[in-house]
Each structure stands twice: as structure tokens, then as C-alpha cells.
């Protein structure tokens, strides 16, 4: 019977749904709904296989953010920026499951994660490695482009009202004597023309600088007893009383402006510590903590908190930001992450990450000149301007 439709049913496995292909008897149609029949069955398998997906970044030059993983060939090795979203196929998030199940995931320290969950689902080549998707992106959510995108960011940095005042940010620099000639020399130069109220704290007290010695001996590494006797002075009466606490390295650069922007989205009567989050031990009992290179911001009811815990280093050149990290855990008190601190250099982080930031911080002088790492990446704050304009015109 000529115009007579007849329809073909096949099932798919995989979410037992039926596809209903509408045609006709003439040969033609017959061939067509044959060719999308193939067709569809292809793309179901696709679905069955396993699929890591992303915004590829890749490091131009091996890093130790990233342990030096693929020293040879850094760019040979991509992982997702986690602003723009990431996706797993189900069957790869079945097995990832079982694989966690069977051998529970170990890990000395956890330091961008973006980068070693790539590593962990690559698996040495016996996983899927990262497939790039254009339209998972960083841009604007009101650039033009953006239409052609599934995910974009925010185009607003932190801000949840007036900025903190400078004055209500008390600055611990940590330091030491063969530093004073060149590091603490770089924070006059910088940032440190930004801040109220700061002091150097040294295992020598020069009045031209001037430092202050707390009666710590320096240390070579860790710097636990050092950072302790601040917590200690910034709850005494020797230090204007602010909300704020800031604890840097003397080869950390940062900018305060931002900063103070940043904390007016946190309540400094809750327990905050806020920075760059590293993990030790996480997966098996371990706990996270604020790495120390890229700043440490506490407000005071954590300090309080912290002290009146009992927590106390186990030496003087004990990690202070893991104790700190430890003795965090052990009150339940969170560890908040901000990607905007940065315990590494600029050169340490792939620039389509840091494209579709306003940095707050980076730290080390190594093979750089920090003054102009300050002025390329931290001086300006034009933005922080318009965005206080914005948030009035809004009010």
C-alpha cells in the first residue's frame, strides 16, 4: 500500500531506552533508517566507553607544584581546568568506584588536585587521557562568545560589599637576618607600601628595618615556633586589636587591595582560615592545611581558638602550616580554599589558568625579579576599583 509507514525498533543497552526510527517501505527509506540505525548504535557505544572531559591545560615547563611529572615533555600531559567544569563517562566513574574500593586512593600530599586526578585516571597509559570540549569554558558569562559555551565563569572577582580596611589587617612578615638585605627590601619596594599595620618578625632585631626577635631561633626549614609566638602577640596587648590576621613569608607577594576585597565575603567573628589548601594523607586519616608560602589569613575567633586548643608545636622547625592543619582538624574547624593564593611562582602555573584570574598572591624569588612579577601580576587594581563603583551603582 503506497504512503503505508512501518517502524523500526531496536533497544540499547546501556539505559534500556527505544529508539523509534519513523519510515517508510519504499528502498530509499529503508536504506536511510538503516544508515541512522548504524548510526545511533555507534554513538551508544561511545556512551559505553570511558571518557574523561575538560578544558585542557598543560604545563610549558616542568614544575614542582606537579612533583616535576613529565619533566622531558611537560606539554605532553593535559589536565582540566576545574573554573570551566569536567565530566567522566559512567562506565569510567564504575570502574574509577570499584578501583577506589579495592585499593583505597593513598597520597603523601595533596597539591593541585586538577593535575593529579588527571594522573590518577590516566593510570600510567591504562586509563582514558583527557579529551578537550570547546564549549566547556572560562570566558565571561557576558562575553559575546559565551553563547557557544556550556559552562563560562563569573566575571566578577570576590566582593560582598566594602572592602576590609587596611586597618583592620594585622601583617606578620616571618623573616630572618640574611634576609633583611634582599627579601624584606622587596616588601618595602611592593606590597608593603599597601599595608596599616605590619611587622617583621626575625631572629634579629634591627631597628633600621625595624624587626622584631621573638625569641625564636631561626630555623632552616619549618617555622612553627616563630609562627606560634605570633598568634601568641597578635591576641596580646603588644598589637593594635584587628579582625584580621595575615602571616606571609618575607619572598611571598601579595595584594592587599584584593585581599581586602576578598574578605568582605567572610564573617571574622566565625573561625576563618583562608588560603591556598593543601592536603597530607588524604583518603587515609590525613587532614588539610593552608600552605604558609602563598599567605595564611586567620580571624581572630580562629587564633582564639587555635590557642586556647592547646595546640602547640612539637619543635621549633616543625611545619607550622601542617600543625596548624592538624590542630585545625582536630577542632573541626574548615580549611577554607581560595585558587586566588598561590604558593608558587607564575611560571609554576599553566597561563590558561591563570588567564581568567585576579591573583591575590605568589610566592618565591627563585630565577624571577619579584618586583616585576609584583607589577605584572599584583600592582594593578583597576578592577577592584570598578568593582566597588558596580557594587554602589547597585545599591
Request: glycine residues 6%.
Amino acid at each position: 500500500m503506497v504512503g503505508m509507514c512501518f517502524s523500526l525498533f531496536f533497544v540499547v543497552d546501556l539505559r534500556d531506552v527505544v529508539f523509534v526510527i519513523q519510515s517508510q517501505r519504499n528502498s530509499f527509506h529503508v536504506r536511510q533508517a538503516e544508515k541512522l540505525r548504524k548510526d545511533l548504535l555507534l554513538q551508544t557505544q561511545a556512551l559505553q566507553e570511558e571518557w574523561f572531559l575538560g578544558k585542557p591545560l598543560h604545563d610549558e615547563e616542568s614544575t614542582i607544584i606537579h612533583h616535576y611529572a613529565f619533566s622531558e615533555n611537560p606539554a605532553a600531559f593535559q589536565y582540566p581546568d576545574f573554573s570551566a567544569g569536567w565530566a567522566l563517562s559512567i562506565p569510567l566513574v564504575n570502574r574509577l568506584t570499584s578501583k577506589i574500593e579495592e585499593e583505597p586512593l593513598k597520597s603523601d600530599f595533596t597539591i593541585d588536585l586538577k593535575h593529579e586526578v588527571a594522573l590518577y585516571i590516566w593510570e600510567d597509559g591504562k586509563g582514558p587521557r583527557l579529551t578537550g570540549v570547546p564549549e566547556l569554558c572560562t570566558i565571561p558569562e557576558h562575553n559575546p562568545r559565551a553563547q557557544y559555551c556550556a559552562t563560562t565563569v563569573s566575571s566578577q572577582s570576590p566582593l560582598c560589599g566594602q572592602p576590609v580596611k587596611s586597618d583592620n589587617i594585622f601583617i606578620a612578615v616571618k623573616t630572618c637576618k640574611k634576609f633583611h638585605s634582599d627579601r624584606v627590601l622587596v616588601v618595602k619596594k611592593t606590597w608593603g607600601k599597601q599595608a596599616s599595620l605590619l611587622e617583621y618578625y626575625s631572629d634579629y632585631a634591627d631597628p633600621s628595618i625595624p624587626t622584631i626577635n621573638l625569641g625564636v631561633p631561626n630555623t632552616e626549614r619549618g617555622h612553627c615556633g616563630k609562627t606560634f609566638a605570633i598568634l601568641r602577640r597578635f591576641l596580646s596587648s603588644h598589637v593594635p586589636n584587628t579582625d584580621w590576621l595575615l602571616i606571609v613569608d618575607d619572598d611571598t607577594l601579595i595584594s592587599l587591595p584584593r585581599l581586602q576585597a576578598l574578605l568582605s565575603c567572610y564573617d571574622f567573628s566565625e573561625p576563618v582560615c583562608l588560603g591556598e589548601r593543601y592536603g597530607y594523607g588524604l583518603g587515609q586519616g590525613g587532614y588539610s592545611y593552608i600552605t604558609g608560602g602563598g599567605g595564611m589569613v586567620f580571624s581572630r575567633e580562629a587564633v582564639v581558638q587555635l590557642l586556647a586548643s592547646g595546640c602547640k608545636c612539637y619543635s621549633n622547625d616543625a611545619p607550622d602550616d601542617m600543625v596548624l592543619g592538624m590542630c585545625l582538624n582536630a577542632l573541626r574547624v574548615p580549611v577554607t580554599h581560595s585558587p586566588l593564593f598561590h604558593q608558587a611562582r607564575p611560571e609554576d602555573y599553566a597561563k590558561e589558568f591563570l588567564a581568567h584570574q585576579t591573583p591575590i598572591s605568589f610566592h618565591k624569588h627563585w630565577n624571577i625579579d619579584p618586583i616585576a612579577v609584583f607589577n605584572k601580576w599584583l600592582k594593578n587594581d583597576k578592577h577592584t576599583e570598578g568593582l566597588q563603583k558596580s557594587t554602589k551603582d547597585e545599591l
